[in-house]
């Protein structure tokens, strides 16, 4: 993919975003980075912020972590509108969506293991491309189990409201991708298109490291007939070794210690603008007051067009 300046862009009325952390384990300074951007972007224009738990991969569910993320945003003080979303209770929408993909024949049955696609050809993301195995049926004596949703050559293009213009070939550098896992599971692409599109998602504002799945995403959602939001990534935090901040690399969780520090550390992060006047920082004395100056100083604009930045120490401030 490639990227550019940002261009100007008008927000959508009405503007509805949503934050989707995963209950793998509790939130830390990455998590809290993505929070910051999406609450700030949506609040800022008067607009509604959902809160959706990505519970469709049990194996890696931590226990108690749904608990922990609620109480931490609460803490923090993200305010989020209606209830709270759970994937892990919409099998019925993904159910019907492949249902319609089926019938209009944009979706094979796929046989090929993890060990047979392991020697397939890398893609720009990284990412093994499907050689297109199963695409004209799955071989005598084997079984499909996943679900592929079939990609043409055209590329799909998109301007980032932070990373700028992208382009990517999904034929080339995606190929036909999982919509349903072979191990039952539904795949995140699916899932996150049926959710954004049916809780009438305007915005996305999330890490730089989904990036190179919206051009996936963008191509179901024309499947479905669904409209595509605007789509804002920012960068990722990641640690000394330049690894993304996660359970898998022993991110520390956010502490309930001096959290207004740490709100501040990720707006800082975000490089949004601090007055001479005020430095080194405005005097919140709680996250309300974090809040409130947050929501009125947001400029989408001012965050860096970077894939990732090294996550900084929280300072007293």
């Keep these: 993919m490639t990227a550019g300046p940002a261009e100007p862009s008008v927000p959508v009325a009405p503007y509805v975003g949503r934050f989707a952390p995963s209950p793998t384990g509790p939130l830390h300074f990455g998590s809290l980075v993505a929070a910051t951007a999406s609450y700030a972007d949506a609040r800022a224009v008067g607009g509604r912020w959902l809160l959706r738990i990505e519970d469709l991969d049990p194996p890696r569910e931590q226990r108690g972590a749904i608990d922990s993320i609620l109480r931490t945003l609460e803490r923090y003080g993200f305010e989020w509108d209606g209830p709270v979303s759970y994937q892990s209770r919409r099998r019925d929408a993904y159910t019907f969506a492949l249902h319609r993909l089926r019938q209009e024949r944009k979706v094979f049955a796929c046989a090929c293991t993890r060990q047979e696609l392991s020697r397939g050809a890398l893609g720009v ?105 605007r789509y804002a990534h920012v960068p990722v935090a990641v640690d000394s070794r330049g690894e993304k901040l996660s359970k898998q690399t022993r991110a520390p969780a956010l502490s309930d210690e001096r959290i207004v520090d740490t709100l501040f550390v990720a707006w800082r992060f975000l490089d949004q603008q601090v007055s001479a006047e005020e430095r080194p920082r405005p005097n919140f004395g709680n996250a309300r007051e974090f809040w409130r100056y947050a929501i009125a100083h947001w400029s989408a604009r001012r965050v860096p067009p970077l894939p990732s930045m090294p996550a900084p120490a929280v300072k007293e401030g």
């Design 125 to 229: 993301g990284g990412e093994r491309v499907y050689p297109g195995t199963c695409r004209d049926g799955v071989p005598a004596g084997r079984t499909g189990r996943a679900w592929r949703l079939r990609v043409e050559g055209d590329p799909i293009e998109f301007v980032d409201r932070v990373q700028g213009p992208q382009r990517q070939v999904l034929s080339r550098d995606v190929g036909d991708f999982v919509v349903r896992r072979a191990d039952g599971h539904w795949a995140y692409q699916l899932a996150v298109v049926v959710d954004d599109a049916e809780s009438g998602i305007t915005d996305v504002v999330r890490g730089s490291d989904l990036l190179a799945s919206t051009p996936r995403q963008i191509w179901l959602q024309r499947q479905l007939g669904y409209p595509t939001p």
